[in-house]
């Protein structure tokens, strides 16, 4: 977000909270993360989600960033109505000025209470602060209500390597908080290829507002990682469309050209776990995300333990054998 947006107003000496000029009232609540309501008393009282729209979260995953800078100014100018209330945040500020992917830790494997595993530092911070917010937010959505509003995350990146799906979405579950097809039909209208259906526990900022405030909540993995100014903004049309209908009090899954789109539909078989520093991933390190593996494939091993793929064709999402003993190397799916 330029520092002419309005979730860059935390730099100046500026009030916490105000009415923009489009009569949109607005409050900081830290660095990057600006909470919206409509100022119209009509449009306040019609609001239908408590709305949180994320990017940020990896410092150098640009073209979310971009796409939501253009929708603040389009609320702050009034040419976008705004008729949802809505939580934008800009996740990691620091990793993004210095335009890397993160600085101490991944901030995107601390929610959940995985940051007070952490030695303390700034992202540890940040993580714990954003969950702080997100739970003081998702409270105060019942103010005047009878009933509570339903609520939902959208957490924006670009992935680190390329996909043969383009864009794709993880989806997490709980016990409470199914996978519905009304979801999957809302971002197959925002040109998403795939979704990947998970009721795994994780430490992600989405999974962490999902199991925690029974949000209907995605990641997005929006194309490749790119510079600021390189991002083709076209390729994110659907994402920002879809997302302008619904702040804007629309549906997300009405297309403006009527079109009904399909995605590939699949479902988390395995983790592949790096345990040891003996951990070898055999993938080759330009290999696709979705990219698929016949059964009896050996993909990983970790001193006598092996990964043999078991299914009759598991696609690979993912990889990566550089992560910390612990975490995660690859995720395995198999069609749902």
């Not at 990057?32 to 709305?51: K, M, N, S, Y």
């Not at 702080?132 to 957490?155: C, K, L």
């Not at 998403?192 to 998970?198: F, H, N, R, S």
Request: glycine share 8%; hydrophobic share 40%.
């Amino acid at each position: 977000m330029r520092d002419d947006a309005p979730a860059a107003r935390e730099s100046r000496e500026t009030p916490t909270e105000g009415i923009d000029a489009s009569g949109v009232r607005w409050k900081r609540h830290a660095e990057g993360v600006l909470e919206l309501i409509p100022a119209d008393t009509a449009a306040a009282a019609a609001v239908r989600f408590d709305a949180v729209l994320s990017c940020g979260i990896h410092g150098d995953e640009t073209a979310p960033i971009e796409i939501v800078d253009g929708i603040l100014r389009d609320i702050a100018d009034g040419r976008l109505a705004l008729r949802e209330r809505v939580l934008v945040i800009l996740g990691n500020p620091d990793a993004v000025r210095a335009g890397k992917r993160y600085l101490e830790y991944d901030l995107n494997r601390l929610f959940q209470g995985a940051h007070a595993k952490r030695a303390e530092s700034p992202v540890v911070q940040r993580a714990r602060e954003l969950e702080v917010i997100v739970a003081q937010y998702f409270a105060g959505d019942d103010e005047g209500t009878a009933v509570r509003r339903p609520r939902r995350h959208v957490d924006m990146h670009t992935a680190i390597r390329a996909s043969l799906f383009p864009r794709f979405a993880v989806m997490p579950s709980t016990e409470g908080v199914p996978h519905t097809d009304a979801w999957i039909d809302t971002l197959a209208a925002a040109d998403i290829d795939a979704v990947m259906l998970t009721d795994q526990p994780s430490v992600t900022f989405s999974y962490f507002t999902c199991a925690s405030f029974g949000a209907q909540s995605c990641t997005l993995e929006l194309g490749k990682v790119e510079p600021f100014g390189q991002n083709r903004l076209a390729d994110f049309a659907g994402i920002d469309a879809a997302l302008r209908r619904w702040l804007s009090g629309g549906e997300m899954e009405v297309r403006d050209d009527g079109e009904t789109k399909q995605v590939q539909r699949f479902r988390v078989a395995a983790e592949i776990v790096r345990r040891t520093n003996a951990f070898v991933l055999d993938v080759p390190a330009d290999t696709p995300n979705f990219t698929p593996y016949a059964a009896g494939t050996v993909l990983a091993r970790d001193g006598e333990n092996t990964y043999t793929v078991s299914h009759p064709v598991e696609r690979i999402v993912f990889p990566n054998p550089n992560v910390a003993n612990g975490l995660r190397a690859g995720v395995m799916v198999v069609p749902a």
